[in-house]
């Protein structure tokens, strides 16, 4: 993954919005990394959600807006399956997130639609996908916080 300090000011908008999803990318990464087993798969909380769930939930939906694949069982995509590694999962989330940043750096405008919108009825601007992707990789980031936290005491970046 990129960097794993946010980006600085004076860069151009594309670069910016990149390097603070990439950060927040990292961030995720981390927290499942070196996490012990059961618990980086255990729910740390009633809603079910674990570290190793949130891994996985971003992977699909990375590759939902940058890959334009769909998932018929978005409730799933939060759920590892008991043959599913943790060093499986985190290696499927890095590669989404190379293929995505190709995706990214390909794109000319930040105005244009996405090139591969899972549902072509619809395609967001990269701008819309880049701010919602910070957005939603940054509540999950905050949720890994928390959850490894209660596993090991492991607190920061």
């Given at each position: ?21 990439d950060y927040?990318?990292s961030a ?130």
């Amino acid at each position: 993954m990129a960097d794993t300090k946010p980006p600085r000011g004076g860069a151009d908008e594309k670069t910016t919005l990149l390097g603070f999803l990439d950060y927040l990318r990292s961030a995720v990464a981390d927290k499942a990394t070196g996490a012990p087993e059961p618990q980086v798969r255990t729910p740390g909380v009633p809603s079910g959600t674990s570290v190793l769930g949130l891994v996985k939930h971003l992977t699909v939906v990375e590759r939902f807006y940058f890959l334009g694949e769909d998932t018929a069982d978005w409730a799933g995509s939060m759920r590892p399956t008991s043959e599913e590694t943790a060093e499986q999962l985190l290696a499927d989330y890095r590669t989404a997130v190379e293929q995505a940043n190709r995706v990214i750096e390909a794109c000319p405008d930040l105005s244009l639609p996405i090139p591969h919108p899972p549902r072509p009825a619809s395609a967001p601007t990269m701008r819309w996908v880049l701010a919602h992707m910070i957005e939603e990789t940054g509540r999950h980031a905050g949720h890994a916080d928390i959850l490894r936290e209660q596993i090991d005491g492991s607190t920061g970046r």
